[in-house]
């Protein structure tokens, strides 16, 4: 997909749970160098706010590395998403 496309972040049950869009020029997130199995999204809007950032062990966020971070607290972010 080309840099800057829409992308919707399914939940790992196939349900859509936030809208972004592709940081194709990103290779970290934070300090992590982001494996071939993920792409960079900014994180545009939330559906489900109750839902957690599921990669936060893998990729965690500034200063939040011991507890999960809601979507809807880090829109206008940038992420680590799967590309599955």
Sequence with gaps: ???RAAYTLLSELGVPVATGRLANERRKVG?????K???AV????????SVS???H???PRAN???TAMNLDKIVGTTLAWSSD
């Design 42 to 49: 900014e994180l545009s809007s939330v559906l489900e706010p």
């Design 1 to 3: 997909m080309p840099n």
């Design 31 to 35: 300090n992590k160098w982001i494996d």
């Design 53 to 55: 950032y599921p990669y």
């Design 57 to 59: 062990d893998r990729y």
């Design 64 to 66: 939040k590395r011991s």
């Design 37 to 39: 199995d993920m792409v």
